[in-house]
């Protein structure tokens, strides 16, 4: 990332440039992106979203996680802004099933202390979160899928790097249908986030669509 002096933020310029940056070296060969933090050199949280859906769309579609960079302690997260973690998918807890779940994009992340539910996304033909789907399809239809929510969220739909759709959270638990139009040529993505009063507290890795 991009290093500044404390309480300095990264101006559109500098993103720009990274973006560019990440896109020419293929971001050096990284399968992951560190997305979810809100205070990291600079960059907030709009800022690590904004390079992660730019990227996405250069092509370059790396998987989310979220950050607290905590070391030295237990739960030195806790009160920061840098709360976040990260939810994998895995049949068990163990290194070769949690590097699968990393590899295929099946993770979610968010706010430890204000979220501790489930996210994914389901597409028509059976494909979950984190999923390339080729097609040539005018328009897909996919179910957001939310657990263990609070009951006073908002869900935000992003379509391809712009917010598509918001709504308040129907409950504790949902599944949301949403129909993405995809673009004649190049890549489109759907991925969700909820918010509560702060802002962002958990967020969906994509679903991505390409032309064959």
Request: net charge negative; charged share 25%.
């Amino acid at each position: 990332g991009v290093m500044k002096a404390s309480g300095t933020r990264i101006t559109p310029s500098e993103r720009e440039a990274l973006l560019a940056e990440l896109l020419a070296t293929r971001a050096n060969g990284a399968d992951i992106l560190e997305v979810g933090y809100r205070d990291r050199g600079g960059a907030g949280l709009e800022d690590h979203l904004w390079l992660w859906d730019q990227l996405a769309l250069g092509g370059l579609r790396l998987v989310g996680t979220g950050v607290n960079d905590s070391h030295g302690g237990p739960e030195r997260w806790r009160g920061t802004p840098n709360n976040f973690l990260s939810w994998i998918y895995a049949p068990t807890p163990d290194v070769p099933h949690l590097i699968e779940g990393l590899r295929a994009g099946r993770v979610y992340f968010g706010d430890r202390e204000r979220f501790d539910g489930e996210l994914d996304l389901l597409a028509e033909d059976g494909t979950r979160m984190g999923a390339t789907i080729v097609t040539r399809a005018e328009r897909v239809s996919l179910s957001l899928i939310a657990r263990g929510l609070r009951g006073d969220e908002e869900v935000v739909v992003i379509e391809s790097g712009r917010p598509a759709a918001r709504f308040a959270a129907p409950g504790a638990s949902f599944q949301h249908r949403h129909v993405l139009p995809l673009p004649a040529g190049g890549p489109a993505f759907v991925r969700f986030e909820i918010h509560d009063a702060s802002g962002a507290i958990a967020l969906s890795n994509p679903i991505h669509f390409l032309r064959p």
